[in-house]
């Protein structure tokens, strides 16, 4: 006796929601769509990001040398506090 091959065609839906309006909408299983329709083709219309991936770096601003700033050292008895905080 043979076996016999029964095929289904189902689909597996899960619920997700929309990065860009926040929408609920159904999206096959372990699909990898973010926005929803609607916004899927405003974003496809918007130019491309201009900035490099890649490690994000901090802005820095002028270095200063070793001697370029020199601190006067603190006279004895003089409290900063009690001059009113000011420099």
Same mark, same amino acid.
């Given at each position: 006796?043979?076996?016999?091959?029964?095929?289904?065609? &189902? =689909?597996?839906? +899960? =619920?997700?929601? !929309?990065?860009?309006? %926040?929408?609920?909408? =159904?999206?096959p299983m372990g699909g /990898?769509?973010?926005? !929803?329709?609607? !916004?899927?083709? *405003? $974003?496809? +219309? =918007?130019?491309? *990001?201009? !900035? &490099?991936? %890649?490690?994000?770096?901090?802005?820095?601003?002028?270095?200063?040398?070793?001697?370029?700033? +020199?601190? +006067?050292?603190r006279e &004895?008895?003089? /409290? $900063? /506090?009690?001059?009113?905080?000011?420099?």
């Amino acid at each position: 006796m043979k076996a016999k091959s029964i095929s289904t065609n &189902e =689909l597996s839906l +899960e =619920l997700k929601y !929309c990065e860009r309006c %926040g929408g609920l909408w =159904l999206r096959p299983m372990g699909g /990898d769509q973010v926005y !929803c329709v609607a !916004c899927g083709r *405003a $974003m496809a +219309e =918007l130019p491309p *990001a201009s !900035c &490099e991936i %890649g490690s994000p770096r901090v802005p820095r601003g002028p270095q200063l040398g070793g001697n370029a700033v +020199e601190f +006067e050292a603190r006279e &004895e008895g003089t /409290d $900063m /506090d009690a001059a009113g905080g000011t420099a």
